[in-house]
C-alpha cells in the first residue's frame, strides 16, 4: 500500500499529525497494533488546563479537575499549593485518543488496527516504509509515535535522550473523591517521584517512576506497594494496572532522518520535572505537521527538509524543556534532608509568586527562570 504519509502509533501524536496532513489533500496511513484505539490505558493522563486549551477538546474526555496540589514526603513534610483556578486535569484516555483518531478519519486518513509494525524499509538509506506480519506500507515520510520504545527510532539509530524513566501505578477505588493532586519525593523513591491523582468517581491513580541510571535498579513494586498502604488504600480495590516507561531528563533532539521523524515520548518530548507527555505529544505534532506537509507539497524528504520540524520545536519549546530538564536534575539528585528544603523554598515562593509555582507545577518556564527560580534550588542542594 503507497500513502503520502505513513504513522506508526494512533496514540495523540499520530492521530493529531493525521488529521493535520490529510487536511490538506495527503494520503495518510496510521497502523496501530492494538485492536482498540484507547486501550491499554498506560497513563495517568493528567494535563495542564492552560496548555490543553488551544486543542478545543470535549468536555467527555475530561474526568476530574483540580487547582490544589501538594508536594509530600513519606517522612511527614507537606506542603499545600492552592490556587484560584483549575490548575490541572486528568483525561480519559480512552475517550480523548478515540476523539482524535476520529478527527483524523473525518479529515480523510485510513487507520489500520491490529497492524503490528516489524521494521522499516530503506532504500538507499532513506526510510521509505514499514512493514507488518501481513504486508508491506510505503511513504514518502514515515512518522514514528509508538512512544518511548518505538520501533522505527530504534531501528535507524535515532537517540533523542538519555534517560529512561520506569513508571508503574494502579487505578484504585477509595470511596471518596479527593480534591488535590499529591506529589511524593525524597526517599521514597530516589530519583524519582509517586504520585496520587484523583479521577473523580471515587477513583485515583496511584503511582510512582524512577531513572534507573541515576539510583540504580530498585523494587518499585515493593515499594508502591508500601506508597499505597502509606495513603490508607487497597491495592485489591484496583481496576487497573498500568506498565511503562518515559523518557525524562534527556537532551531534547536527533527527530528525524531521510524520511522519518519522531514525535512525542518517541522523541523524548515529555516534559520535565514531572514528566508530563500528552500535551507535549500534541504540541509536537503540531509542529511537526507543518515541516511534513512543506516536505510533501515539494516532494523533498531529506534530513536537510524535515530538520526544520527540530529547529522549530527548539525555538517553540527548547528554553522550556531546558529549565524543567534542569529542575528535575536538581530534585532527582537530592537528599530527603535537601527534598524537605526545596519542598520549604517552593512554599516561601508560593506566597509571594503564586504564578511561578503554577508555571513550575505544569512545566511552563520563562528565561528568567534561568537566573532567579532555579539558582533558589540549586543553592539547597
Request: proline fraction near 3%.
Amino acid at each position: 500500500m503507497n500513502y503520502d504519509l505513513v504513522i506508526v502509533g494512533a496514540g495523540c501524536a499520530g492521530s493529531i499529525i493525521a488529521e493535520q496532513v490529510a487536511k490538506e489533500g495527503y494520503s495518510v496511513a496510521v497502523l496501530e497494533k492494538q485492536k482498540e484505539i484507547g486501550y491499554p490505558n498506560y497513563s495517568t493522563a493528567g494535563v495542564s488546563y492552560k496548555r490543553m486549551q488551544p486543542f478545543n477538546l470535549p468536555e467527555e474526555t475530561i474526568d476530574y479537575s483540580v487547582s490544589q496540589v501538594s508536594f509530600n514526603t513519606i517522612s511527614g513534610e507537606r506542603e499545600v499549593f492552592d490556587f484560584d483556578d483549575t490548575i490541572l486535569v486528568t483525561l480519559n484516555f480512552r475517550e480523548l485518543r478515540q476523539h482524535l483518531a476520529t478527527k483524523a478519519i473525518e479529515a480523510g486518513a485510513d487507520i489500520f488496527l491490529d497492524t503490528a509494525v516489524k521494521k522499516p524499509i530503506i532504500e538507499g538509506g532513506n526510510v521509505v516504509g514499514v512493514t507488518t506480519e501481513d504486508e508491506s506500507f510505503s511513504g514518502k515520510i514515515v512518522a514514528d509515535c509508538a512512544g518511548a520504545h518505538g520501533i522505527i527510532r530504534r531501528a535507524v539509530g535515532l537517540k533523542p535522550a538519555d534517560r529512561l524513566g520506569v513508571a508503574k501505578e494502579y487505578m484504585i477505588y477509595t470511596g471518596e473523591n479527593k480534591l488535590e493532586i499529591s506529589i511524593f519525593i525524597g526517599d521514597l523513591i530516589p530519583a524519582g517521584f509517586a504520585w496520587d491523582v484523583p479521577l473523580g468517581k471515587n477513583m485515583v491513580h496511584t503511582g510512582m517512576g524512577y531513572i534507573p541510571e541515576i539510583s540504580g535498579k530498585i523494587k518499585l513494586e515493593e515499594r508502591l506497594d508500601k506508597f499505597i498502604d502509606h495513603l490508607g488504600y487497597d491495592k485489591q480495590k484496583s481496576i487497573e494496572k498500568h506498565v511503562g516507561s518515559y523518557y525524562t531528563g534527556g537532551n531534547p533532539g536527533g527527530f528525524c532522518d531521510d524520511g522519518v521523524i519522531l514525535i512525542g515520548d518517541a522523541a523524548s518530548q515529555a516534559g520535565p520535572p514531572l514528566a508530563l507527555g500528552i500535551i507535549e505529544a500534541m504540541q509536537g505534532a503540531m509542529v511537526a505537521s507543518k515541516t511534513v506537509i512543506k516536505a510533501l507539497s515539494s516532494d523533498n524528504t531529506s534530513k536537510k527538509v524535515l530538520k526544520e520540524y527540530e529547529k522549530n520545536w527548539k525555538k517553540e519549546y527548547g528554553t522550556n524543556y531546558k529549565i524543567g530538564r534542569e529542575v528535575a536534575r536538581i530534585f532527582a539528585t537530592a537528599s530527603e534532608k535537601q527534598i524537605v528544603k526545596l519542598i520549604r523554598v517552593l512554599a516561601e515562593i508560593h506566597k509571594k509568586d503564586p504564578d511561578l509555582t503554577y508555571r513550575f507545577i505544569i512545566g511552563d518556564y520563562k528565561k528568567s527562570d534561568l537566573l532567579s527560580f532555579v539558582p533558589k534550588l540549586t543553592k539547597m542542594i
